[in-house]
């Protein structure tokens, strides 16, 4: 217990408040508080206690303190639980006024004014500043004075309470049922101590919280159990414009980059849109090491630091892949090549440690056989067994170069997240094959997640109804995010794009390409649909998923125009001139 005496002085206020035409004149407030602690003193007694919830998930480290008190302060745990008392605060304090003592009621449509108070004048003014109801004291008249308060509409009102220079001025809360006197001292300094009728709000509890809007709740008394608050998250998005801030509660959005767009006019774009990326080739075997021993890192330094610097996140993408690797790689015997991929590994990695997060250790290791042994690409009409694909990292070393080059990752740098990372994996059989060595890397803890790629198209297949398209549906993307998720495995969506093209003719077939150089509106509402479902599951599934990341920024800058069949396509959320497309609003509109 503390002790404490002493005259306090508080700052002059200067209130003015409008009514109508006429202002009336500013009144100044000084309070004469004599604030007296000691034992015998009655205390202030604080104890409320509750659960903060976002709906109904608690809410874990928000703030909770008493607007008037502000010692007193808590932050919920794990449950949302918080407790305020006395013991929180560590103080005791009684504030009696050194004057008078006596209590304002609020009681049914009436407030009673003591006859104390009779040399005051009392006047309510409605939210337009225009006073409506006055109080005037009838000074040989005994008993209390009263003030009607019937007949007032919903809403808020302010009440002053004046004597001499003295004022204080009071915000009289109106509902339907019931009428609320709010204060911020406990006991105000003219003397007037205003309690309401049974729900008067005596303070109120603010609540903080960490992408939460702040929330005020009106207490009627200091002591309270059980308090349910509701917490809204920030509705900011409504009115924000980027995409990553937009996205800034579900999880981060990347963009790949390349050369050029890290630092042309696609910028400005991917700094305010993104905020994750991932080098679209410059981190690959060849870029990174063209000839044996010979490490180039310049180009991929540049970009991985652009991000770092713009506050990004970088996945590293890829280690091992049977693509854009050089012949020599695979010369000489298992050993050698094994060794070849635990030096990249090791070397890449450690290069940038701390500014990589996540990796896509082995990419593209996967696919399905028809009866003759043969890869059956999109038609999945032969299908008769997925396995691993029969490149030449298998032709050497067999899945040996898989866990070879995880086990190498981790080692190299054992914060880092590992990732298998593989196309179509919304077709079960291609997903449960990846799942069967998936799951021995995980018992050997080397993995920590697998990238979907979801090089996506604007429909499923309508023709050729054996193409692989035919199961892109968001029920089966959301499958593969679920069932992986279930295994504790992190998922990223690696390469997100969504072609204009189904995938059931042949992309050489110039009589179906679309030739327009901007995406006409029938086009820009099919895309922004089905860009909008997508994201939608995402956000559904944002607790499973950890990143999405785009492949590419904008249409004028996309691998799927630069096929070997030069058929233009328009798979981003920002078109050939820079502009968001519909799809981008599409994206945007939660
Ligand atoms: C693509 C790039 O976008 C092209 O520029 C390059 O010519 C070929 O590779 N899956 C992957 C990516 O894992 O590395 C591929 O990137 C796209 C398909």
């Known amino acids: 217990m503390q002790y404490f005496t002493g005259e306090t002085l508080h700052p002059v206020h200067s209130f003015k408040l409008r009514c109508g035409m ?3 004149t500013s009144c100044c407030v000084a309070m004469l508080v004599h604030t007296v602690v000691h034992a015998s003193a009655p205390a202030l007694q604080i104890a409320l206690s509750g659960t903060v919830t976002d709906g109904n998930d608690p809410v874990e480290n928000a703030i909770i303190s008493l607007v008037n008190n502000p010692l007193f302060i808590d932050t919920t745990d794990a449950d949302g639980a918080f407790s305020i008392s006395n013991s929180t605060g560590g103080i005791d304090v009684t504030r009696r006024n050194s004057r008078r003592d006596c209590t304002v009621r609020l009681s049914g449509n009436r407030m009673k004014i003591p006859i104390a108070m009779t040399n005051e004048k009392v006047s309510l003014y409605n939210a337009g500043g225009r006073c409506i109801r006055r109080y005037a004291p009838e000074k040989d008249r005994p008993g209390s004075g009263i003030m009607d308060l019937s007949g007032l509409s919903s809403g808020v009102y302010l009440v002053t309470f004046s004597a001499g220079r003295l004022s204080l001025v ?3 809360m109106v509902t339907a049922t019931e009428m609320y006197l709010t204060g911020t001292d406990a006991v105000p300094s003219t003397g007037i101590r205003q309690r309401g009728w049974s729900q008067a709000a005596v303070d109120q509890l603010k609540i903080t919280g960490a992408g939460f809007n702040d929330t005020l709740v009106d207490i009627s ?41 890290y630092r042309d006019a696609h910028a400005a774009i991917w700094k305010e849109h993104f905020n994750a990326a991932v080098c679209e080739n410059e981190m690959k075997w060849e870029s990174l090491q063209p000839t044996e021993g010979n490490f180039q890192f310049d180009q991929a330094n540049a970009m991985v630091n652009a991000a770092v610097t713009n506050g990004m996140l970088v996945r590293g993408h890829v280690l091992v892949w049977y693509n854009q690797t050089p012949d020599w790689v695979y010369q000489g015997s298992k050993e050698q090549v094994l060794q070849r991929i635990r030096t990249h590994v090791t070397r890449v990695m450690q290069e940038f440690k701390g500014r990589v997060y996540a990796w896509d250790v082995v990419n593209e290791a996967v696919i399905g056989y028809d009866a003759a042994g043969q890869d059956v690409g999109e038609d999945l009409g032969p299908l008769v067994r997925w396995g691993y694909r029969n490149s030449r990292w298998q032709q050497v070393a067999g899945e040996d170069h898989i866990f070879e080059a995880f086990r190498a990752a981790r080692a190299a740098d054992p914060d880092a997240k590992l990732f298998y990372n593989d196309y179509w994996n919304y077709l079960d059989g291609k997903r449960e094959f990846i799942i069967s060595f998936v799951k021995r890397l995980q018992e050997q803890n080397l993995i920590d997640g697998v990238g979907l790629q979801c090089h996506l198209n604007i429909s499923t297949a309508q023709e050729k109804m054996t193409n ?8 089966n993307l959301e499958k593969e995010i679920q069932e992986y998720a279930a295994l504790g495995l992190d998922v990223h969506i690696t390469e997100l794009d969504i072609s204009i093209y189904t995938r059931d003719y042949a992309s050489s077939d110039q009589s179906r390409w679309y030739t327009g150089y901007d995406l006409n509106e029938e086009y820009q509402d099919k895309m922004a649909a089905r860009y909008r479902e997508f994201f939608e599951m995402f956000r559904r599934n944002a607790d499973k998923l950890q990143n999405v990341t785009f492949w590419g920024i904008a249409d004028d800058n996309t691998w799927l125009s630069e096929l070997s069949s030069g058929r233009p396509d328009h798979p981003l959320l920002f078109d050939k001139h820079l502009q968001p497309k519909k799809a981008f609003d599409a994206v945007m509109d939660f």
């Open 22 to 24: 006429n202002l009336i």
């Open 170 to 172: 009071r915000k009289l």
């Open 221 to 261: 008394s200091y002591r309270m159990d059980d308090l349910l608050i509701v917490l809204t998250p920030i509705d900011s998005t409504a009115t924000e414009t980027s995409l990553g801030r937009k996205y800034a509660n579900y999880f981060p959005v990347g963009a790949a980059i390349d050369g050029d767009s």
């Open 468 to 475: 692989q398209t035919v199961y892109q549906t968001v029920e």
